[in-house]
Nanobody, 122 residues
Framework: QVQLVESGGGLVQPGGSLRLSCSGPASIISINAMGWYRRAPGKEYELVAASTIGGTITYADSVKGRFTISRDNAKNTIYLQMSSLKPEDTAVYYC????????????????WGQGTQVTVSS
């Protein structure tokens, strides 16, 4: 089982910011499409940001303009910068390698890790 370790979550007030990090093996992070998912209580996993090796970046409509995905291959790390956070962003956030399809869709490659909890509340 490949280990991807998420960190950086916490409690933040509405309008605040957080930066999540995901570290893992260089053989995974630096040569594959990677994404950030989240799962809110009682809801399904939602892909919020994706980054391909070719440079294509996509975001869920709900986070466009507020979240930024980036990668640092030298550190084998994927980041998710989140700003203007809303209570509805509250969820456990996970990173994962992405299966990519010609249709432009993505699916998670690995089973889920522990994730990092983000709580947006005053």
């Amino acid at each position: 089982q490949v280990q991807l370790v998420e960190s950086g979550g916490g409690l933040v007030q509405p309008g605040g910011s957080l930066r999540l990090s995901c570290s893992g093996p260089a053989s995974i992070i630096s040569i594959n499409a990677m994404g950030w998912y989240r799962r809110a209580p009682g809801k399904e996993y939602e892909l919020v940001a994706a980054s391909t090796i070719g440079g294509t970046i996509t975001y869920a409509d709900s986070v466009k303009g507020r979240f930024t995905i980036s990668r640092d291959n030298a550190k084998n790390t994927i980041y998710l910068q989140m700003s203007s956070l809303k209570p509805e962003d509250t969820a456990v956030y996970y990173c994962n390698r992405l299966r990519t399809y010609d249709s432009g869709s993505y699916l998670p490659y690995y089973s889920w890790g522990q994730g990092t909890q983000v709580t947006v509340s005053s």
